[in-house]
């Protein structure tokens, strides 16, 4: 997707507006929606958590996307070149946590992928034709007990993404793309049909959508926020460093509204086809990482055509994962190839190797490392992926928020953002939600849970 234009500029450029919203909302659109939204949400007691969550899209989420892809635009770098390119001294360091953080999720979310892709060939095996319910669960436990197997699936997804990477993805994906994402769409409505026909059905609308505020303690807000951050893919470069890629004709504030309204309804949807099953087979909901893997089997096991929605499913689940992990080490190879001057092949292909290796204890995290707890009783997959969310991603996003609100020329962000835009000028809108909503909520929401109040 990212290169495949005869440069205008050597870096290349999306092949159309319609190109850079599905490349972001592949970006966005991930394991966060269907594996992390409906876990986390069961974990913090449903509806008062989901509503946070919006209200987080809505006031931090939509105006930091549109800030991220401004910078990228104007400078048409990676994330450290754009901050250098601008200002220069200390902000580079915003940058530069962005490609950590670029390291560090992308190492985990391999193994998470790496689940969806042994699912897929279970599905392929027919595998989810299961008498009893109970039985879906143990083929998760099998799964993680098995350190080889997530190892190896951890490998398939990581070479993948590495191939994907170097070929600068071209029409082929870009192609796919339109077709996959709505019909992993279409997919999820179906199930989310079926779920809330079920009799838990009821139940699990009044869980997601009736708050019960006494939930929203520091940690769930924390929580809440930054799944914002790590859902809509911001706080770390990815959608500045796609950004970068844009064309001058494009409006930005369109994309980045129409990327964070599908990312929202996708794991808004991704709960509706989860829950109804948690109730319906008296499951819990704060049965933590593998709630996907142990509920959306059972669905399949019991719909009509089910064997062949699983393997729709997964597919499409692996696809959707493999469109966020491009964007993650794109973030890493930009900086390589921009600021190091490397050849795209040399840096996805070393820097792939390096986050495999880095994302092997993760793998191992269930099984010969079960008992490594880094933060509380989190293992280490849980461990990094919480630091990730809750602390690096809310950290960059807010330096990002202040450098676009108060430290870049307002000349050039009106400028950027009133492009190819007709009647609406979002710009004042804009500017207030960045100057002083977004970063006061992200630190209000540090403090709390510093237990400043
Ligand atoms: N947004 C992706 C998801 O929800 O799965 C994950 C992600 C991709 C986070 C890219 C951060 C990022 F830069």
Redesign the pocket.
Known sequence: MTHQHAPKNKRGLWSSRFGFIMASAG???????????PYITGMHGGGAFVLFFIFCILTVGIPLMIAEMIIGRHTRKDPVGAFKSLHGGGWLLTGWL?VI??FL?LSY?CVVAGWAVDYLWLSLKGTFTVKHAVQVPEMFANLLSSDLSQLFWQAVFMGMTILIVIGGVKSGLERANKIMMPVLFLILLILAGFGLNSPGGAQALRFLFSPDWSKLDPPAMLEALGHA???????????LTYGSYSDEETSIPKVAITVSLM?TLV?LLSGLAIFPIVFTYAMEPAAGPGLVFKTLPILFSRMPGGSMIAILFFLLLVF??LT??I??LE?VVAYYCDEKHWDRRKATLVMGGIIFLLGVPSALSNNILKDLHIIGERNFLDSIDFACTNYI?PLGGLLIAIFAGWVMSKGIIKGELLKGSDKINLYPAWRFLIRYVSPILVALVFLNKAGFF
């Open positions: 970006s966005a659109i991930g394991l966060g929606n269907i594996w992390k939204f962005g953080a670029g999720i979310y951050f790590f859902s809509l893919s911001l706080g770390m470069g990815a959608m990312d794991a959707a994962a966020s992990s964007s993650l973030v991603l």
